[in-house]
T-cell receptor, first 115, second 118 residues
Framework: AQKVTQAQTEISVVEKEDVTLDCVYE???????LFWYKQPPSGELVFLIR??????QNEISGRYSWNFQKSTSSFNFTITASQVVDSAVYFC????????????FGKGTKLTVNP | NAGVTQTPKFRVLKTGQSMTLLCAQD?????MYWYRQDPGMGLRLIHY???????AKGEVPDGYNVSRLKKQNFLLGLESAAPSQTSVYFC?????????????????FGDGTRLSIL
């Protein structure tokens, strides 16, 4: 069975601080995919990144970076120099091969960035 | 550039009433999904479909039925609504066979339907 754990329920930071959101996953499959989605207060789900299990390269996109470590089954997300607009709920998710690509989500981390 | 469209956006029902949520996608995606989001629970998969005419159960299917008569539409039905089904419902779609990236593709989500059962 697949499982995603986001141990941090809520995080509060002050603008310009760096913040890391943790994600730990469980799967017995050797081929799998990891995702991060953002859900701002308006409620929609915004796709941020997809990583496959064979690509452990870290990725940076502007102020966002992702650290994928298979050895610890983690896919952590860091926001550098946080801004108020980063306030949202962030979900980590996992899918495995099998023809349906359905996602298993973590419970989410609510990030509040205060001015 | 519609993407995934959910109808309606809001609805209030009384216990025992029935209703159908409609999801439409214009990206020629093969796969479609229905999730529900409850406070502190993340998103949980209700039912999904890997193609026209096929459906399968997800993690929390009880009390729901689905149909995929046309590739672009995925309907979620509540036959006899219960207060426990008060939730925000999200539809998603993914995977185009014509896509260059045949690997796992991200799911595209609708804006959600907020459903309250009194």
């Amino acid at each position: 069975a697949q499982k995603v754990t986001q141990a941090q329920t809520e995080i509060s930071v002050v603008e310009k601080e760096d913040v890391t959101l943790d994600c730990v996953y469980e799967t017995r499959d050797t081929t799998y995919y990891l995702f991060w989605y953002k859900q701002p207060p308006s409620g929609e789900l915004v796709f941020l990144i997809r990583r496959n299990s064979f690509d452990e390269q870290n990725e940076i996109s502007g102020r966002y970076s992702w650290n994928f470590q298979k050895s610890t089954s983690s896919f952590n997300f860091t926001i550098t120099a946080s801004q108020v607009v980063d306030s949202a709920v962030y979900f980590c998710a996992l899918s495995t091969q099998g023809g349906s690509e359905k996602l298993v989500f973590g419970k989410g981390t609510k990030l509040t960035v205060n001015p | 550039n519609a993407g995934v469209t959910q109808t309606p956006k809001f609805r209030v029902l009384k216990t025992g009433q029935s209703m159908t949520l409609l999801c439409a996608q214009d990206m020629n995606h093969e796969y479609m999904y229905w999730y529900r989001q409850d406070p502190g629970m993340g998103l949980r998969l209700i039912h999904y479909s890997v193609g026209e005419g096929t459906t399968a159960k997800g993690e929390v299917p009880d009390g729901y039925n689905v149909s995929r008569l046309k590739k672009q539409n995925f309907l979620l039905g509540l036959e006899s609504a219960a207060p426990s089904q008060t939730s925000v419902y999200f539809c998603a779609s993914s995977y185009s066979a014509q896509s260059r990236d045949r690997g796992n593709q991200p799911q595209h989500f609708g804006d959600g339907t907020r459903l309250s059962i009194l």
